[in-house]
């Protein structure tokens, strides 16, 4: 079964650091999407990246960047000069294999990193 | 992008009510839509997959007679709670697809008294 591990419960640093959320992944599929998305106090989930399991370049988006490492299993994401605005809760998820074209796909997320960010 | 809305966004009924939940695609088709819970504190879980004109999957351990679903619509999914209890109390989610990327709803908080 496909599983989704993140590790850190709680993140909690001071306005302008580096931090690195971690995810790891469980799946026996060679075809699979992870994905990362923000969840603000509002409830809204907000999409903020999908890599397909063919591409591993690490992708810089802004102040956000993802390392996708397929020999460890890894798609962590870090935010660099992070900002109050970054406060979240942030969620990892992987797709399964039956899904992995253009039609719809079941998500399975980790329990999500809380992150919190001090002026 | 693709627009998911849902109604409502914050209900609270008595126990033993049922609660109907919506989910729109605002401008799109969309034959498959999926329904999320998330309790306080915790991770989505996927409760079942609304298809369009036929009927819902449900998630190992998901009642589907208490979690009633009906896509009548290419654009419309509905969620029933049915004689909700306290412990129905959550945050309902639902997605749909487009072009491979999905999209959520806003959510709607169920509180049960």
């Known amino acids: 079964a496909q599983k989704v591990t993140q590790a850190q419960t709680e993140i909690s640093v001071v306005e302008k650091e580096d931090v690195t959320l971690d995810c790891v992944y469980e799946t026996r599929d060679t075809t699979y999407y992870l994905f990362w998305y923000k969840q603000p106090p509002s409830g809204e989930l907000v999409f903020l990246i999908r890599r397909n399991s063919f591409d591993e370049q690490n992708e810089i988006s802004g102040r956000y960047s993802w390392n996708f490492q397929k020999s460890t299993s890894s798609f962590n994401f870090t935010i660099t000069a992070s900002q109050v605005v970054d406060s979240a809760v942030y969620f990892c998820?992987?797709?399964?294999?039956?899904?992995?074209?253009?039609?719809?796909?079941?998500?399975?997320f980790g329990q999500g990193t809380r992150l919190t960010i001090n002026p | 992008g693709a627009v998911v809305s849902q109604h409502p966004s914050r209900v609270i009924c008595k126990s033993g009510t049922s609660v109907k939940i919506e989910c729109r695609s605002l401008?799109?088709?969309?034959?498959?839509m999926f329904w999320y819970r998330q309790f306080p504190k915790q991770s989505l879980m996927l409760m079942a997959t609304s298809n369009e004109g036929s009927k819902a999957t449900y998630e190992q351990g998901v009642e589907k007679d208490k979690f009633l679903i009906n896509h009548a619509s290419l654009t419309l999914s509905t969620l029933t709670v049915t004689s909700a209890h306290p412990e129905d109390s959550s945050f309902y989610i639902c997605s749909s697809f487009l072009f491979g990327l999905e999209y959520f709803g806003p959510g709607t908080r169920l509180t049960v008294l």
């Open positions: 998820a992987l797709s399964d294999s039956s899904s992995a074209q253009w039609g719809a796909q079941k998500l399975v």
């Open positions: 401008d799109f088709q969309a034959t498959t």
